[in-house]
Structure formats: structure tokens, C-alpha cells
């Protein structure tokens, strides 16, 4: 799986739009870019996944550029109880794939009222 | 209710003790996993298991047993627990298809003494 490049740490005002860029660099063509977090305590969350189009969801828009070898996670309006971890993870779907999920570092998203 | 339950949430043993951590998924996914979580790892896994009696191994599977008889139940079995075996415990279940997707559940944190 393709390597991940996130910032450790991110902080974002209630209300606002929280953009959570990732780099990727190396992915591969039939690589997704997943993303994921985890609220203090609780077990991973699964947010949202695309491969080359822009994907929309209930929780988050997810924006990939054109070469793939970046992309944003968009909390449109951010709440306290977005403060998380969130974790950025490129792999290939499928039973040859393997099925670990590399979580990396991640962000860490802080809101703050 | 419909999700994925583990229990105990918390457990204390000694070292050398047997443990036994369960997990029940309600989606009659075919794909289980155990993670373990700890400061400066990450998420690593454990096993995983692809269906009822197929099993195999992850990254970390010294000290581990599992089983898996039903869909719905993905028992973790620590047979000598030892001090290095502190963690949080995460167990997922995971759809299939191009909406591939990993749903953990709420963890369970134990402590060897």
C-alpha cells in the first residue's frame, strides 16, 4: 500500500469547515484513499473512500486531485464532537489485497468552541 | 440491536492466566479481525478470519488463539497472558465490494498484572 503523509495536528473553530489534506504521492492507480478516525476511547470509525471522483457522504466530502496524489477530507461544518484522530489510508480493494488497515499517525483534529 | 458488540469492555488478569475477549457482529459479514492498539504501534493485527473455520494470521499473532465457528462470533484467546499483552483490543467486521469497509468495535482494555 501506498505511503501516507499527514500533518500530526490540526485545530478548527465550531461551525467552520475543517480541510484535512493527506499526501500521496505514490499511490497506485487502482489504490483508494480511505479515510477514517477515532474519537478518544472509541474503536475506529470509518468516514469515507473514493478513487479518482470527488465522493460526498452524510459525514464528509472527500476531494481528490487530479494526479491522485493528494486529497482532502472536508468536515463541512465542524462540531465539538468531530475532535478526533483522523487517519488517511491508501490501498487496494480486494481479496488479494491483504486486509490490514495501516492507520499511520493521522491528524488529530481539535474544535474548539 | 444491529453493530458489533465486545465483550468484557474491561478486564484485569494476572500473568499466565487465560483470557478469552469476544466479538459479535450482527451484519453476517464473512471478513473478522482482532487489532491491538498501543502508544507508539498504532493499530496492528492480530488475525483475521475470511469465514466460519477460516482463519490466519496478521502481523502480531505470538500468544494469540482464535476460533471462529459462526459467522457472527470472532473469539480472541490469550492462553498465558503476559505483561506485554497490556493493550486495547479492537475487533472489526468488514463488508465487502467496491463499499469496502471495516467496522470496529467499541474495544475492550486489558490490563496484565
Known amino acids: 500500500d501506498a505511503k501516507t503523509t499527514q500533518p500530526p495536528s490540526m485545530d478548527c473553530a465550531e461551525g467552520r469547515a475543517a480541510n484535512l489534506p493527506c499526501n500521496h504521492s505514490?499511490?497506485?492507480?487502482?489504490?483508494?484513499v480511505y479515510w477514517y478516525r477515532q474519537i478518544h476511547s472509541q474503536g475506529p470509525q470509518y468516514i469515507i473512500h473514493g478513487l479518482k471522483n470527488n465522493e460526498t457522504n452524510e459525514m464528509a466530502s472527500l476531494i481528490i486531485t487530479e494526479d491522485r496524489k493528494s486529497s482532502t477530507l472536508i468536515l463541512p461544518h465542524a462540531t465539538l464532537r468531530d475532535t478526533a484522530v483522523y487517519y488517511c489510508i491508501v490501498r487496494v480493494a480486494g481479496a488479494n489485497s491483504g486486509y490490514a488497515l495501516n492507520f499511520g499517525k493521522g491528524t488529530s483534529l481539535l474544535v474548539t468552541p | 440491536d444491529a453493530g458489533i458488540t465486545q465483550s468484557p469492555r474491561y478486564k484485569i488478569t494476572e500473568t499466565g492466566r487465560q483470557v478469552t475477549l469476544m466479538c459479535h457482529q450482527t451484519?453476517?459479514?464473512?471478513?473478522m479481525f482482532w487489532y491491538r492498539q498501543d502508544l507508539g504501534h498504532g493499530l496492528r493485527l492480530i488475525y483475521y478470519s475470511a469465514a466460519a473455520d477460516i482463519t490466519d494470521k496478521g502481523e502480531v499473532p505470538d500468544g494469540y488463539v482464535v476460533s471462529r465457528s459462526k459467522t457472527e462470533n470472532f473469539p480472541l484467546t490469550l492462553e498465558s497472558a503476559t505483561r506485554s499483552q497490556t493493550s486495547v483490543y479492537f475487533c472489526?467486521?468488514?463488508?465487502?465490494?467496491?463499499?469496502?469497509?471495516?467496522?470496529f468495535g467499541p474495544g475492550t482494555r486489558l490490563l496484565v498484572l
Open positions: 505514490t499511490i497506485s492507480g487502482n489504490e483508494y
Open positions: 472489526a467486521s468488514m463488508r465487502t465490494g467496491y463499499q469496502e469497509t471495516q467496522y
Open positions: 451484519w453476517s459479514h464473512s471478513y
